[in-house]
């Protein structure tokens, strides 16, 4: 039996109750509409961050962005390199990424299952992200992320409206420098946002063909 496997899936299940909770964040960016909070969390010493916006999208339109994990280097902060690995079912792939680090600490890179669900009362759509960090083979000089939890809920306002919050905890491995840590936990979740709001009017996007989510 692998214990260290276990004790590894048990610490990311309760990072991840812990960072989807709605207790205890505290507003540290206010910025053009985009709200970044940031709260502490037992047994780690790195921040649950979440980010709130409204941005002027559809729910299917919005979604088909985020699953656009080829063209998510266009809008997602500090993303050298982003490619779906997996197209498991309509709703459900998985993806690899390399997030590029300021020298001289080493980039870092990560795979997640993302599963998209869509609650038929509220037609809220809920994405949400599943560390996978033995999915590849590490590669040289890049520090795999073995620990990640994220969620997107994206909430139909109507008028062409979507309220999106984004969770995201995640321990990046290795020593780590805390201005850096900071710079990721609130100018990267604000610059990421401003860009989904450019990104989301594309003509990609136009016409979204997703059979699993419903406007």
Same mark, same amino acid.
């Given at each position: 039996m692998n214990f260290k496997f276990i004790y590894l899936t048990v610490c990311i299940i309760f990072y991840s109750a812990n960072c989807f909770s709605q207790n205890n964040w505290v507003l540290k960016l206010d910025k053009e509409g985009i709200k970044v909070y940031t709260k502490n969390l037992e047994n780690s010493p790195f921040k649950a961050v979440k980010t709130v916006c409204i941005i002027d999208a559809s729910l299917s339109r919005l979604t088909a962005v985020l699953l656009d994990i080829n063209r998510s280097t266009d809008w997602v902060y500090a993303t050298k390199k982003c490619n779906l690995l997996k197209q498991t079912t309509p709703a459900e792939l998985i993806y690899y990424s390399e997030v590029e680090v300021p020298w001289p600490v080493s980039n870092r890179d990560f795979i997640i299952k993302l %599963?998209?669900?869509?609650?038929?009362?509220?037609?809220?759509?809920?994405?949400? @992200?599943?560390?996978? =960090?033995?999915? +590849?083979?590490?590669?040289n000089n890049i520090v795999r992320i073995v620990q990640c939890a994220s969620k997107w809920v994206i909430i139909p306002l109507? %008028?062409?409206?979507?309220?999106?919050?984004?969770?995201?905890?995640?321990?990046? @491995?290795?020593?780590? =420098?805390?201005? +850096?840590?900071?710079?990721?936990?609130?100018?990267?979740?604000?610059?990421?946002?401003?860009?989904?709001?450019k990104q989301v009017n594309k003509s990609f996007y136009n016409q979204p063909s997703l059979a699993f989510v419903k406007d």
């Open positions: %599963k998209v669900s869509q609650d038929e009362k509220t037609k809220a759509v809920t994405i949400v @992200g599943e560390n996978q =960090p033995a999915y +590849l083979p590490e590669i109507g %008028k062409g409206q979507v309220k999106v919050e984004y969770v995201l905890q995640v321990d990046p @491995g290795g020593s780590i =420098p805390s201005w +850096l840590i900071n710079m990721f936990a609130t100018k990267g979740p604000y610059e990421s946002f401003k860009d989904l709001r």
